[in-house]
Each structure stands twice: as structure tokens, then as C-alpha cells.
């Protein structure tokens, strides 16, 4: 299967569980073997792919900046690409520049989802009920394109990803295992770092600066080591 698959699934849940004037948003970045899985909450009307009018990349956060921050500080995202998002309204991204920025995003080697794609007209908060109906995509995603890592952002997503009551703050750095179409997969859960979260973002640095120090570059070295 291709994740090209899922986007007519996606498109039906967003009649369902999201505004029908808007998009579905779906993913981007690196596909294949990525280092990090990104998996945030859901996407809101802010994005500009959210617009029927759109024709590029339906990925996340597009025409937004304050999550770039985040990319930029964990060294995820080129300087001028991030002077770039950082000096132009959220209006003014065009469909080439939202590729320029997930080309980037891909030459770093990680991939962003939500777990919800339903795309509502601002961040009002959803059950989870409505998530619990994505999930299994979800894992779908993740058995095609195989990350390293997955990093889920928050206490709901986490807690509807793993099946078990999760609190960030008691789980920092800890990892759990999850098998997909059995298929282990690595899990860390780590604050929400923007909207309300933004307050956050330091404690997400520090732990997503910790995951990748750990998982991504110490397994690197073993294999160049190696090799």
C-alpha cells in the first residue's frame, strides 16, 4: 500500500468530523525509513492547504510559523527556509513554497502527520471518539513509510496512540513499544508545543534534542562504526 491510498479515507472523515467547506490535511516529508514521525493532534483552517482553492501539498501546518521554531531550533530546518516562513504572512505562502519548505523537511529526513485529518475552522478540541476513527490509518501510515522513532505531541494523542492513560510529564524520555503489522515500532510522547502548549516548547526541545541524541545519532554511529 501507498499513503496515496488513504487520502480518499481521509476526505471521507472530513465530511464527517470536519468543516465540509474545508480540506482534509494529510502529511509530508521524508516517506521512506524517516529518522522521526511527527504525530501532532489535527489541523485547523489556519493552514492555507485547508482552502478549496488549493492545489499543492495538503500538509501539515502550512502558513503558519510558530511550529517551525521548533524545526529550526532542533537543527530540522534550513536557515533560509525558516527566515523565509518567518518573513512572509500565512497568505502569501504559495503551493511552490509549501514544497520548498517539506522538500526541506525531507532532505532532514523526518515526516509530520496528525493523528486526526479532519480540518476544522479553528483549534476548538475534539473527542476521542473522533480520533479513535484515524487511528488505524494512523498505523497504516507508519507501516508504510517505517520510522525510526515516533514522537507523539500531548497527553490525548498519546494516550489514544499507546491504549493506555498517558501523562507527558510522568513519561518524559521513556520509551514504549508498539507493534504495527508486527512490526515493533519505538514511541516517546513529549509536551505540545504550541497554541496553548507554546509555554512548552523549551521541555519539547529538550526532550525531542534528547530522543534524536539517543535513538537517531548513537545508532548512526554503531552503524558507520560498523560498517
Known amino acids: 500500500m501507498q499513503l496515496s491510498q488513504l487520502t480518499k479515507e481521509y476526505d471521507t472523515l472530513q465530511q464527517k468530523y470536519g468543516d465540509p467547506s474545508l480540506n482534509s490535511i494529510y502529511h509530508g516529508g521524508c516517506c521512506e525509513n524517516p529518522d522521526i514521525c511527527f504525530v501532532f493532534m489535527n489541523p485547523t483552517g489556519k493552514n492555507v492547504a485547508a482552502s478549496k482553492s488549493w492545489d499543492g501539498i495538503k500538509a501539515p501546518w502550512l502558513g503558519t510559523k510558530n511550529i517551525w521554531d521548533l524545526f529550526f531550533v532542533l537543527n530540522l530546518l534550513d536557515e533560509d527556509i525558516y527566515k523565509q516562513i518567518k518573513n512572509i504572512k500565512g497568505s502569501e505562502w504559495t503551493e511552490e513554497f509549501a514544497s520548498n519548505v517539506y522538500n526541506n523537511v525531507e532532505k532532514h529526513k523526518y515526516f509530520i502527520t496528525n493523528l486526526g485529518k479532519c480540518t476544522q475552522v479553528d483549534a476548538r478540541p475534539l473527542p476521542d471518539s473522533v480520533y479513535l476513527k484515524y487511528l488505524a490509518l494512523l498505523e497504516k501510515e507508519i507501516s508504510i513509510i517505517k520510522p ?3 514522537i507523539l505531541f500531548g497527553n490525548q494523542v498519546s494516550s489514544i496512540v499507546l491504549n493506555q492513560k498517558i501523562s507527558v510529564s510522568q513519561v518524559r524520555k521513556r520509551c514504549f513499544i508498539k507493534d ?11 509536551y505540545y508545543p504550541v497554541g496553548n502548549g507554546r509555554f512548552n516548547i523549551n521541555k519539547s526541545i529538550e526532550d525531542i534534542n534528547w530522543i534524536i541524541e539517543n535513538e537517531i545519532l548513537e545508532n548512526s554511529s554503531m552503524v558507520s562504526v560498523s560498517s
Open 180 to 190: 504495527i503489522e508486527n512490526t515493533p515500532y519505538k514511541f516517546y510522547s513529549v
Open 148 to 150: 525510526k522513532i515516533v
